[in-house]
């Protein structure tokens, strides 16, 4: 079965940093396209980055220039570094796994995501 298990979150003051990581098992890992997203409460799930097979990344414009997205297929896991964190990045984390053949979906995973508090 497909499991992707999020890890690495936490309490943390303004500026501080924190790395998350996500386990991934049940699937070819080193095929998916790897994503984090965020929810703040009551807030809609947003996109916060996203790397590709082949190592191609983007991130949404808040967190360009602090966050990156990077990933190690030996171990099936991708992570989140987040520094110079603010209030504003409060949100439950989830990580997802994405495969596309042609520009066609073919399936969608989600973890049951992490909890990242920042204090002011």
């Known amino acids: 079965q497909v499991q992707l298990v999020e890890s690495g979150g936490g309490l943390v003051q303004a500026g501080g940093s924190l790395r998350l990581s996500c386990a991934a098992s049940?699937?070819?890992?080193?095929?998916?396209?790897m994503g984090w997203y965020r929810q703040a409460p009551g807030k809609q799930r947003e996109l916060v980055a996203v790397?590709?097979?082949?190592?191609?990344?983007n991130y949404a414009d808040s967190v360009k220039g602090r966050f990156t997205i990077s990933r190690d297929n030996a171990k099936n896991t991708v992570y989140l570094q987040m520094n110079s964190l603010k209030p504003e990045d409060t949100a439950v984390y989830y990580c997802?796994?994405?495969?596309?053949?042609?520009?066609?979906?073919?399936?969608?995973?989600w973890g049951q995501g992490t909890q990242v508090t920042v204090s002011s």
């Open positions: 997802n796994a994405r495969r596309e053949v042609g520009g066609v979906y073919k399936y969608d995973y």
């Open positions: 049940g699937i070819i890992f080193s095929i998916n396209t």
């Open positions: 790397i590709t097979s082949v190592g191609s990344t």
